[in-house]
């Protein structure tokens, strides 16, 4: 079945270290995969998606089909970052769903 | 430049009341979502519609009814509510087929 697993729920950096949000999927297929964030009290919105290979907010993800992984990361953590992230699966089958991870709190101390 | 309206943004209801939780959008989007945001749960689907007059259930749709009676709204009918229906409530949509998916603000629901 396909599935998103987030194993963090709250992962607490100090401003200026690495950050990696750890993503992992089970699809049988091609995966499209994304990054959504919440920043508080805003609506979740896109931050990334694995075809695009860009960079946004200097957080990157590469999708690495051997180990079934699309981890966020960021050299060097802002306070600003501070957020709830959410990975998802585009489902490509009949029902076409966006398959969401549980999330993962993201709190930069300064 | 809406995008997806949802309202109300909050909403109090006694235990067995029934109400409707509005969402639109104006961007032609033929999939429509509603989500539940629970705590340690994540984003979790109630239901979905991929175009005027279909829908069908997701993982959570116990308690829930939906309609997609145009291609702009979605409205989210709690038919007796229950405690366990407290959450904050959002509603998406997008273009079949994209994973680029556009989030309402949100209601935020306490069921008494």
């Known amino acids: 079945a396909q599935r998103v697993t987030q194993p963090e729920k709250l992962l607490s950096v100090f401003k200026g270290a690495p950050v990696e949000l750890k993503c992992n999927y089970s699809?049988?297929?091609?995966?499209?995969l994304f990054w959504y964030v919440q920043y508080s009290r805003q609506r979740l919105q896109l931050l990334l998606r694995?075809?695009s290979r860009e960079s946004i907010k200097g957080f990157t993800a590469d999708l690495n089909k051997g180990e079934t992984s699309f981890h966020l990361k960021k050299p060097f953590a802002q306070e600003e970052d501070s957020a709830m992230y959410y990975c998802?699966?585009?489902?490509?089958?009949?029902?076409?769903?966006?398959?969401f991870g549980t999330g993962t709190l993201l709190a930069v101390q300064p | 430049n809406a995008g997806v309206t949802q309202t109300p943004k909050f909403q109090v209801l006694k235990t067995g009341q029934s109400m409707t939780l509005q969402c639109a959008q104006d961007?032609?989007?033929?999939?429509m979502s509603w989500y539940r945001q629970d705590p340690g749960m994540g984003l979790r689907l109630i239901h979905y519609?991929?175009?005027?007059?279909?829908?069908d259930q997701g993982e959570v749709p116990n308690g829930y009814n939906v309609s997609r009676s145009t291609t702009e709204d979605f409205p989210l009918r709690l038919l007796s509510a229950a405690p366990s229906q407290t959450s904050v409530y959002f509603c998406?949509?997008?273009?079949?087929?994209?994973?680029?998916?556009?989030f309402g603000a949100g209601t935020r629901l306490s069921v008494l």
């Open positions: 998406a949509s997008r273009r079949p087929g994209l994973g680029i998916q556009y």
């Open positions: 699809y049988s297929g091609s995966p499209e």
């Open positions: 694995h075809i």
């Open positions: 998802a699966l585009l489902d490509g089958g009949a029902t076409n769903k966006l398959i």
């Open positions: 961007m032609n989007h033929e999939y």
């Open positions: 519609s991929v175009g005027a007059g279909i829908t």
